[in-house]
């Protein structure tokens, strides 16, 4: 069985809805990102087998061939695009490692690309001739009582594991000092600039007293310790061992990866057995992990997945998460995957994971 390699991984920054990046087409966010991270990788354009992200946002079509060819990759590049919401650029990247070892490609883009500020309005339409009626979020369950929306999801959560607010808006404020003590380090390394931003703009000075003053959202969920939503884009450069043996490319190895389908009622649950199921395939405890990026859509999902794998929350998110930057949905699994890339330390194991409505959880595992 062949295996691939991360040899490069860049992202741009994080930027709420409506802020600088309100103007950008999505190819405008992601080409520059991927350029970066070929340059880092020392890879031509000819070399790419594939591009593939994940998109929850768009109007369908196939974002990633637009994404494609505004990139200068060659035009046999087809460019695949995938929606499975926030999993989608963790999942663009675990089928790009599946394509590697299968012997289709010996390199593959992967990762996500999101614009909340450019996503196109959505009009659901009746048979009875009623005038169509705008909606926001798509039904993820075929059971309206069994589709809840996500701040009340994970206010349920929340309420089920025993989170209290306070909790929450600890991690909160943690995840914010982290983003920014991390900025410069992020700035040097990962963060390709994008229409001149290079800078996380939501990460700041958060308190106890802010967060005191937050407008309750469902339960003890809060605006403080929900992730905003955001514009971004962030991609890996995935090689076969092959050519990593051929031209002495290194990076961390994708050791195993996983989508598992949960509780749609409490989606933020479902991370939890896909850490549990990759771990068990590497043969490995969660103390064998040495650096973990969780997604951090709400606080109360990002502390039970850490609680529910048993993960040391020293090791999560070192660099703050998307309470600090926010969340660009296709993208967001794909952020956490560079981030990952950027920490981990040779001799390391290194999780990354993400949930999604419907109740679906992804993880991917690195080995360094």
């Given at each position: 069985?062949?295996?691939?390699?991360?040899?490069?991984?860049?992202?741009?920054?994080?930027?709420?809805?409506?802020?600088?990046?309100?103007?950008?087409?999505?190819?405008?966010?992601?080409?520059?990102?991927?350029?970066?991270?070929?340059?880092?990788?020392?890879?031509?354009?000819?070399?790419?087998?594939?591009?593939?992200?994940?998109?929850?946002?768009?109007?369908?079509?196939?974002?990633?061939?637009?994404?494609?060819?505004?990139?200068?990759?060659?035009?046999?590049?087809?460019?695949?695009?995938?929606?499975?919401?926030?999993?989608?650029?963790?999942?663009?990247?675990?089928?790009?490692?599946?394509?590697?070892?299968?012997?289709?490609?010996?390199?593959?883009?992967?990762?996500?690309?999101?614009?909340?500020?450019?996503?196109?309005?959505?009009?659901?339409?009746?048979?009875?001739?009623?005038?169509?009626?705008?909606?926001?979020?798509?039904?993820?369950?075929?059971?309206?009582?069994?589709?809840?929306?996500?701040?009340?999801?994970?206010?349920?959560?929340?309420?089920?594991?025993?989170?209290?607010?306070?909790?929450?808006?600890?991690?909160?404020?943690?995840?914010?000092?982290?983003?920014?003590?991390?900025?410069?380090?992020?700035?040097?390394t990962e963060i390709a600039p994008v229409a001149g931003v290079?800078?996380?703009?939501?990460?700041?000075?958060?308190?106890?007293?802010?967060?005191?003053?937050?407008?309750?959202?469902?339960?003890?969920?809060?605006?403080?310790?929900?992730?905003?939503?955001?514009?971004?884009?962030?991609?890996?450069?995935?090689?076969?061992?092959?050519?990593?043996?051929?031209?002495?490319?290194?990076?961390?190895?994708?050791?195993?990866?996983?989508?598992?389908?949960?509780?749609?009622?409490?989606?933020?649950?479902?991370?939890?057995?896909?850490?549990?199921?990759?771990?068990?395939?590497?043969?490995?405890?969660?103390?064998?992990?040495?650096?973990?990026?969780?997604?951090?859509?709400?606080?109360?999902?990002?502390?039970?997945?850490?609680?529910g794998a048993g993960l040391d929350p020293d090791i999560v998110?070192?660099?703050?998460?998307?309470?600090?930057?926010?969340?660009?949905?296709?993208?967001?699994?794909?952020?956490?995957?560079?981030?990952?890339?950027?920490?981990?330390?040779?001799?390391?194991?290194?999780?990354?994971?993400?949930?999604?409505?419907?109740?679906?959880?992804?993880a991917l595992l690195l080995r360094n």
């Amino acid at each position: 069985m062949r295996r691939s390699c991360i040899v490069a991984a860049r992202r741009s920054a994080v930027v709420p809805r409506g802020g600088a990046f309100r103007a950008l087409e999505l190819q405008d966010l992601a080409t520059p990102v991927i350029h970066a991270a070929l340059a880092d990788a020392g890879i031509a354009a000819a070399e790419v087998g594939e591009l593939i992200l994940g998109n929850a946002l768009g109007a369908g079509g196939n974002p990633a061939r637009v994404v494609a060819l505004a990139s200068d990759l060659p035009e046999r590049v087809a460019g695949l695009t995938i929606d499975r919401q926030c999993c989608g650029g963790l999942d663009a990247i675990l089928l790009g490692d599946a394509m590697i070892r299968a012997g289709l490609h010996d390199v593959v883009i992967a990762g996500g690309v999101e614009s909340y500020s450019r996503r196109p309005l959505r009009l659901r339409s009746f048979a009875d001739g009623r005038e169509p009626q705008p909606y926001d979020q798509p039904p993820f369950t075929p059971w309206p009582e069994r589709d809840p929306e996500m701040s009340t999801a994970a206010g349920a959560l929340a309420e089920k594991l025993g989170i209290s607010r306070e909790a929450q808006e600890d991690w909160a404020v943690q995840s914010h000092a982290r983003a920014l003590a991390a900025m410069a380090a992020m700035q040097a390394t990962e963060i390709a600039p994008v229409a001149g931003v290079f800078t996380d703009s939501f990460a700041r000075r958060l308190t106890p007293q802010t967060c005191a003053r937050a407008r309750p959202l469902a339960g003890t969920v809060t605006t403080a310790t929900t992730a905003v939503a955001a514009d971004g884009a962030a991609v890996c450069i995935l090689v076969s061992d092959r050519l990593v043996e051929r031209t002495a490319r290194s990076g961390p190895e994708i050791v195993a990866g996983t989508t598992i389908g949960g509780d749609p009622e409490l989606p933020g649950l479902a991370p939890i057995a896909a850490i549990r199921s990759v771990l068990t395939d590497a043969g490995l405890a969660p103390s064998d992990i040495g650096i973990a990026e969780i997604m951090e859509a709400f606080a109360a999902q990002a502390i039970a997945c850490q609680q529910g794998a048993g993960l040391d929350p020293d090791i999560v998110n070192p660099g703050g998460g998307a309470l600090a930057r926010g969340h660009p949905i296709g993208a967001s699994g794909a952020i956490n995957a560079v981030r990952l890339v950027h920490e981990i330390q040779p001799g390391q194991y290194g999780l990354a994971a993400i949930a999604a409505a419907g109740g679906l959880g992804t993880a991917l595992l690195l080995r360094n």
